[in-house]
């Protein structure tokens, strides 16, 4: 299972750190990526991370703000987020995706396998 934490309400331009413990499975059998909802959105995809840590995609609107980590001797992977804005607003949940190369991350939702519960994070004005 994945433990997503660290969220809360921050003022915009200030930062927070989330983090996802994983438990019960391999962790550096995944690549993980880290989604968000907002009230009547539907889910995004905001970043994700290949097994080794090699590879790493961004959501255009989070690019040179996020940054995707992972410590595969933690079992845990991390989503610093910098500069955040009011539309940063969302419930935030991390999965794991079994990809077999170690080297890849993918975007789509449908690729991932196990899914947190879910951190929420509130950017006021």
């Known amino acids: 299972q994945l433990q997503a934490s660290g969220g809360g309400l921050v003022q915009a331009g200030g930062s927070l750190r989330l983090s996802c413990a994983a438990s019960?499975?391999?962790?550096?059998?995944?690549?993980i990526g880290w989604f968000r909802q907002a009230p009547g959105k539907e889910r995004e995809g905001v970043s994700c991370i290949s097994r080794d840590s090699s590879y790493t995609i961004y959501a255009t609107s989070v690019k040179g703000r996020f940054t995707i980590s992972r410590d595969n001797a933690k079992n845990t992977a991390y989503l610093q987020m910098n500069s955040l804005k009011p539309e940063d607003t969302a419930v935030y949940y991390c999965a794991a995706d079994p990809v077999g190369s170690p080297i890849v991350a993918r975007r789509g939702l449908a690729e991932y396998d196990f899914w947190g519960q879910g951190t929420q994070v509130t950017v006021s004005s």
């Open positions: 019960g499975f391999t962790f550096d059998d995944y690549a």
